[in-house]
Nanobody, 129 residues
Framework: QVQLVESGGGSVQAGESLRLSCAAS????????LGWFRRAPGKEREKVAT???????SYKDSVKGRFTISRDNAKNFLYLQMNSLNPEDTAIYYC???????????????????????WGQGTQVTVSS
């Protein structure tokens, strides 16, 4: 059973940066597809960024060039560096993981998008103008 714990959220001004971390325990992290999702007030949960076991990344269009997802398999950590934050980035951010054994990247994303896999409890990011 994989357990995920996010940290690093907070309240910042527009234009500032935050770095989110997600610590994993209970699984072989290197085999997992990992992702960051967020849910803004009154909106559906949406994908922010994903990273495959081979390091291939994918981003939501509105965060491209501002956010960077990375992973440290040795330490079982997932990160999201967020620069040039704006009020539209205000949301609860969640990390998610799907075991990559026998699962393609597309299938893993589909599983996460449906809320499957493993999820953290979320960390609040608030950006004021």
């Amino acid at each position: 059973q994989v357990q995920l714990v996010e940290s690093g959220g907070g309240s910042v001004q527009a234009g500032e940066s935050l770095r989110l971390s997600c610590a994993a325990s209970g699984g072989r992290y290197s085999n997992y597809y990992l992702g960051w999702f967020r849910r803004a007030p009154g909106k559906e949960r949406e994908k922010v960024a994903t990273i495959n076991s081979d390091g291939t990344t994918s981003y939501k269009d509105s965060v491209k060039g501002r956010f960077t997802i990375s992973r440290d398999n040795a330490k079982n950590f997932l990160y999201l560096q967020m620069n040039s934050l704006n009020p539209e980035d205000t949301a609860i951010y969640y990390c998610a993981a799907v075991n990559g054994f026998g699962v393609s990247a597309i299938e893993a994303l589909s599983i996460m998008a449906r809320g499957g896999g493993y999820w953290g409890q979320g960390t609040q990011v608030t950006v004021s103008s």
